[in-house]
């Protein structure tokens, strides 16, 4: 069929297959680099993620049921059998008053002997009798210019 013989539409379809028949080789080239450029970029990021997961240490140890436990510098939390020996004592500082610092509590075993106390009775007393008054804020004027 000649030019003339056919319609508008017909012409315009064929043209614009002509065109897409040159075109879309290129089309699809650029398509896939894109596509490959993209998947590096998503390869390079997981792999940043693996490095960064390999480097972060555990935030919690695991729960483990503790039957050991020493007053020392190093404690942290004192454990429930701890503070059920100690007839209620719940601080490390108490702890380490009353029984000295590196006291060993094991589950089973008698509560290590008390710490005699540095201090004497009426010493003792005289710091509990000391009333502490707490200072007025500090009230400083502004700068005049």
């Known amino acids: 069929m000649t030019r003339a013989n056919m319609s508008i539409h017909d012409i315009i379809t064929d043209a614009v297959s002509q065109a897409m028949q040159t075109i879309l080789p290129n089309v699809q080239r650029q398509i896939a680099q894109m596509a490959a450029k993209e998947k590096d970029k998503k390869r ?4 940043g993620r693996k490095g960064a ?6 935030a919690r140890a695991r729960s483990v049921d503790l039957t050991k ?5 190093r404690a942290r939390r004192v454990p429930i059998f701890v503070i ?3 007839g209620g004592i719940d601080t490390k500082k108490k702890i380490v008053a009353k029984y000295g610092e590196g ?10 002997p008390a710490v005699a106390s540095q201090r004497s009775a009426p010493a003792r007393e005289a710091v509990a009798a000391r009333v502490v008054k707490a200072r007025p804020p500090m009230i400083r004027k502004a700068a005049t210019k």
């Open 84 to 86: 059920e020996m100690t």
């Open 69 to 73: 436990w020493v007053a020392d510098r």
């Open 44 to 47: 390079a990021v997981q792999r």
């Open 103 to 112: 006291a060993t509590f094991e589950k089973g075993k008698p509560v290590p």
């Open 53 to 58: 997961r390999r480097l972060r240490r555990r």
